[in-house]
């Protein structure tokens, strides 16, 4: 993993706030999380593709650092189907090393799928670092490439693996700790293309129960703490 360059003098200020960074172990009273999770399809069955926008903050913790997400769960809504095996897509097979060597070349231009961006909480170094995301079709599973924005910029360079199961992508975000400071995501959008159509759809747009696609975001955090939001968007 690309690693955030730290100066002597930024790694002992760093050390020094380890006991404040020990207090983050549980969200504060003004800790804030939404999540907006939209599909792209208007109807029932129709190919389609997803929007979303999560973002939390947290005023009232140290550093207003909010606590880390471990698990993002998106659960879309019943019967939706995601086809790995069509001919619509090229899967990328790179590992991780080679996606992350390369700014995601390795993969083939036809399984990216989706564009984005990310927010991080690097405080109290780099209090807000701005990265870009990609999205690539894998096997059964979404590869998120995030990177600086600006090359040489403050930033990791990670893959996160959204595995698929069903109508559920299950997202791991490992703890990121540099010079014994704790980097965490708190902000991503992201929009996922629809790809084929008929025979060769990607993903399948499932039940619309009262004028509505709902989806349900299952956070878990490094803290053991769960939450659940729901969003909609309108169907036919």
Sequence with gaps: MR????????????????????????????????????????????????????????????????????????TFPSKTKFNFKTKALTKCKANDTEIKAIAGKACPSKSKIGLGGATANGAPVFPKISESVTAFAGNNQILFLLAPKVLGGPGATLVLHGKVSANKITTEVPPIVVGGLTIVITGLELQIKSVGSGKTTWATAGKCVKGKFTVKSGFLYQTGEKLTLSSSSSCK
């Design 3 to 74: 690693r955030l360059k730290l100066t002597a003098a930024v790694l002992a200020a760093a050390m020094l706030v380890t006991t404040a960074m020990a207090a983050l172990a549980l969200a504060s009273a003004q800790f804030k999380q939404t999540a907006k999770v939209t599909l792209t399809a208007k109807k029932e069955g129709a190919s389609t593709g997803f929007k979303a926008n999560l973002q939390s903050s947290d005023p009232g913790a140290p550093l207003e650092k909010p606590q880390g997400l471990k698990t993002l769960t998106i």
